[in-house]
């Protein structure tokens, strides 16, 4: 059916990184603020439906690269299932009704979501070939995602919380830069040409350096003096178990599994990762709420 392969172009699983959206609402302490949630979802949705646009975007521009991927080339336009011109207007439609949900936050977040849609298209048409520029590309998405988050609700976000977020990003985009290096092997460069300006050592060091750095970025950002002064707490410190494990569980499984390529995909199918997020969560709550 045709409206099951746009929903596949769209990629609804990938939906789950606008999540990032809600990190200022829960670190805000605002979490059962009614309209302040309700704002944020608003925000969420219309990351969903721009990101969708974008993902659209990308098929069409990449539709011969892909064809010589092993899993992208079953994407809807790779195969042949959906039809250019529907593509087309799937993206049209996607995209004008995101930015008009999105404008209808506020003027801030909508501008957030310009620069979001700006950057993905010069990703999408140059960024990708400029090495290292093109994994802080796919990385800023994240981190737009955040900042459009706290614009959306108007609350300050802690400088912390962004410095975590951008590695966080790094480290994903990097491991999946990783993944695409090992799944292609010598075909990369044909299906990715920047993948030649990049080598399994340099890829390693580059995912150590922000493993290392996350980490401590994490570690320092729960027992800061504007964390304890904002929140009132030292026990944020207690919540870093998890993150160090979620970390080393995601390099087991980008080393001795040979996954990373998908992000999202991952976290919804390890059901270790996705408990220790769901336990992450858990003791987020209950150190910033029940104090």
Request: some cysteine; overall charge positive; aromatic content about 14%.
């Amino acid at each position: 059916m045709v409206w099951l392969e746009i929903l596949k172009t769209l990629r609804p699983k990938q939906w789950t990184k606008n999540l990032f959206v809600y990190a200022p609402l829960v670190f805000s302490v605002k979490l059962f603020d009614f309209r302040s949630f309700i704002v944020a979802t608003q925000a969420f949705f219309s990351f969903c439906l721009v990101s969708g646009a974008l993902y659209t975007f990308n098929d069409l521009c990449d539709v011969e690269e892909d064809r010589l991927h092993p899993l992208k080339k079953n994407r809807p336009l790779a195969s042949g299932s959906l039809k250019k011109s529907t593509a087309i207007a799937t993206l049209i439609l996607a995209g004008v009704t995101g930015l008009l949900l999105s404008l209808s936050v506020n003027l801030n977040f909508f501008l957030i979501i310009i620069s979001y849609l700006l950057i993905q298209v010069l990703y999408s048409s140059w960024l990708k070939h400029v090495v290292i520029i093109d994994i802080f590309a796919v990385a800023t998405g994240f981190f737009l995602r955040v900042i459009g988050g706290a614009l959306a609700i108007q609350v300050a976000i802690s400088s912390w919380l962004l410095i975590c977020t951008i590695l966080l990003a790094l480290f994903l985009s990097m491991t999946k830069r990783r993944h695409e290096y090992f799944l292609l092997m010598d075909k990369a460069a044909s299906h990715r040409p920047i993948l030649k300006e990049y080598s399994p050592y340099l890829l390693d060091q580059m995912v150590a350096v922000v493993t290392a750095s996350t980490l401590i970025a994490y570690c320092l950002y729960t027992i800061s003096e504007e964390t304890v002064a904002k929140f009132g707490t030292r026990n944020l410190i207690f919540t870093t178990p998890f993150v160090l494990y979620g970390i080393f569980r995601y390099l087991y499984l980008v080393h001795q599994k040979n996954q990373g390529g998908t992000p999202e995909e991952i976290v919804l199918r390890d059901k270790p990762l996705m408990i220790n997020i769901i336990l992450w969560i858990i003791s987020i709550l209950l150190v910033l709420y029940l104090r």
